[in-house]
T-cell receptor
Framework: DGGITQSPKYLFRKEGQNVTLSCEQNLNHDAMYWYRQDPGQGLRLIYYSQIVNDFQKGDIAEGYSVSREKKESFPLTVTSAQKNPTAFYLC????????????????FGDGTRLSIL | GNSVTQMEGPVTLSEEAFLTINCTYTATGYPSLFWYVQYPGEGLQLLLKATKADDKGSNKGFEATYRKETTSFHLEKGSVQVSDSAVYFCALSPREGGKLIFGQGTELSVKP
């Protein structure tokens, strides 16, 4: 079955440590996204990529980094510069049509819950 | 700028009650509109969408109509079930860029 796989499901970070969250999709989608979700809040965009080897900052990119070396993969690194990393992280992907990406829904993974030790 | 405002939750209903979750938006141009649902501990699933004015999206008994004149996309269901208990997110995608902008979510709890 096609879909998005995020791993691990739970992750713990120590002080001063960088951690990397994995996101893989087999939907052949061009675009991939990372969101952060805090309790009782909507989703906030961290980074997104619409093509391999290219990505753009979202609304809350500080303290995070990404890469897009393959179409299927869009890992997110939470660096030690992110002082409040505890959150639920969601990865998504979408295809495009003649109108671009705006008409196409995003497909989400099941998320990674990151906590500080 | 672009933004989405949803009615605050939690919303608690009895089984078979009528559901409305209000969503209004601010956007330049003509965005696409979406409703997503999130069950506990999971990611978001697309519930329905509408890409132009007066379009009605529908799925699993849920409906929403894209109202340009009132900049609204209210979610409705005629008879809710316990299994509909979840958090519902309204979102818009501007014509340019394709990024999704989410409302804050509305938690729905349906009691038997």
């Amino acid at each position: 079955d096609g879909g998005i796989t995020q791993s691990p499901k739970y992750l713990f970070r120590k002080e001063g440590q960088n951690v990397t969250l994995s996101c893989e999709q087999n939907l052949n989608h061009d675009a991939m996204y990372w969101y952060r979700q805090d309790p009782g809040q909507g989703l906030r965009l961290i980074y997104y990529s619409q093509i391999v080897n290219d990505f753009q900052k979202g609304d809350i990119a500080e303290g995070y980094s990404v890469s897009r070396e393959k179409k299927e993969s869009f890992p997110l690194t939470v660096t030690s510069a992110q002082k409040n990393p505890t959150a639920f992280y969601l990865c998504a992907s979408s295809s495009s049509d003649r109108g671009g990406f705006s008409n196409q829904p995003q497909h989400f993974g099941d998320g990674t819950r990151l906590s500080i030790l | 700028g672009n933004s989405v405002t949803q009615m605050e939750g939690p919303v608690t209903l009895s089984e078979e009650a009528f559901l409305t979750i209000n969503c209004t938006y601010t956007a330049t141009g003509y965005p696409s509109l979406f409703w997503y649902v999130q069950y506990p501990g999971e990611g978001l699933q697309l519930l329905l969408k509408a890409t132009k004015a007066d379009d009605k999206g529908s799925n699993k008994g849920f409906e929403a109509t894209y109202r340009k004149e009132t900049t609204s996309f209210h979610l409705e269901k005629g008879s809710v079930q316990v299994s509909d208990s979840a958090v519902y997110f309204c979102a818009l995608s501007p014509r340019e860029g394709g990024k999704l902008i989410f409302g804050q979510g509305t938690e729905l709890s349906v009691k038997p």
